[in-house]
């Protein structure tokens, strides 16, 4: 098991304003003690060959890995033609993956948005579809797509499509490809749909192969009965803050149970920040205490 850094609290400083670019993270992530850092699409000011490469250079020079590019594919939008472009991009991010992280890196895929005048049966029908349609590009490039459970990217009007415990496993026992395909974790992402993480961890365990650690916490004040919205998930309502992982809402010493039973060998990602570097070292520190409790005792 390995440890990597996502820079949540960054996306819109490094993909929207342009406050720094994603090389200034990279040098700024060096004293965190991550072994690797993920990227998101937006962070790649280029897809040209000479800037990828530039980019793969300045990551592995500061003693990291790539373990996963986090894309974003909108596979449920109902026009035909916009699907066919989802599956182009994600076919090249796939391209972008193995130039940046090497064989078997993992290229996130999602479901895409929940669009009101999709039903499920038809948004599961599509993603499936386009699934199955960027798998031989996968398989070409020896990279993992990783299907997360997912909230919402940030940039999209709609929550994610497969949110939900029943649709996302829906989608994931629709597709039996197990060493190019499998299952992005996010315990946190789980507790915000109204799902428990310990039950869906449960049921993918031998399917997981990249996971995203945060933690979240409820506010004084605040009952969890109270924030959830009429299709019972939660959403990022007012007294549920991000915070350092393993002090939060999410049972870690459950979690990495489960994940040692099936001995389980993937990456481990950082996903916060969102109240400053301290806490992202402080939370990085916390998965190599368990770690060292569960893998290497």
Request: aromatic share 10%.
């Amino acid at each position: 098991m390995k440890i990597s850094a996502f820079p949540k609290c960054y996306i819109d400083t490094i993909s929207v304003e342009k406050k720094f670019t994603v090389f200034d993270w990279v040098e700024m992530a060096k004293p965190l003690g991550a072994e690797g850092l993920e990227m998101y699409e937006g962070f790649l000011e280029s897809h040209d060959n000479a800037y990828i490469d530039r980019l793969g250079d300045t990551i592995r020079s500061a003693g990291f890995a790539m373990p996963m590019l986090c894309v974003s594919p909108n596979f449920t939008n109902p026009n035909a033609d916009e699907r066919k472009r989802e599956i182009d991009k994600e076919a090249e991010m796939i391209r972008i993956t193995r130039r940046l992280g090497g064989p078997r890196a993992a290229c996130r895929v999602l479901s895409g948005q929940a669009y009101p005048e999709v039903s499920i049966e038809q948004g599961v029908e599509w993603v499936i579809e386009c699934i199955n349609a960027v798998l031989p590009v996968a398989r070409e490039y020896d990279i993992v797509l990783a299907m997360e459970n997912h909230f919402k990217d940030g940039y999209w009007k709609y929550r994610e499509f497969a949110q939900k415990k029943d649709v996302f496993l829906r989608i994931v026992n629709a597709i039996p490809e197990r060493t190019y395909f499998g299952v992005q974790y996010d315990p946190s992402n789980a507790l915000v749909a109204g799902d428990d993480p310990i039950e869906l961890l449960e049921v993918v365990k031998d399917r997981v192969k990249t996971m995203h650690a945060s933690d979240r916490y409820i506010e004084p004040g605040f009952k969890i009965e109270d924030m959830r919205q009429a299709d019972g998930t939660l959403g990022y309502p007012k007294g549920l803050t991000h915070g350092v992982t393993g002090q939060g809402a999410n049972d870690y010493d459950a979690i990495f149970r489960i994940l040692k039973s099936v001995n389980y060998d993937g990456w481990i990602s950082i996903e916060d920040g969102m109240n400053g570097m301290d806490e992202m070292k402080e939370s990085i520190d916390f998965l190599k205490r368990m770690r060292e409790k569960y893998f290497q005792g």
